[in-house]
């Protein structure tokens, strides 16, 4: 039983970097679905018909 010790440490060093590599591919995904986004129309029709301009006398 005395090889188990640093067979263990590895194992975990091996999943904490699988889990990193995971978060990296996850936030590079996103990254790139928000950069490929076309602008919502809506909220540019929104702002050029405000109903605070049309209030003024």
């Known amino acids: 039983m005395a ?22 591919k996850r936030a590079k995904r996103l990254q790139k679905k928000l950069e490929d986004r076309p602008p919502e129309p809506e909220l540019e029709l929104l702002s050029e ?3 605070a301009d049309s209030t003024t006398e």
């Open 3 to 24: 090889g188990r010790g640093p067979q263990t440490f590895q194992k975990r060093q091996k999943e904490q970097q699988r889990k990193e590599k995971q978060e990296e």
């Open 49 to 51: 018909n405000s109903p």
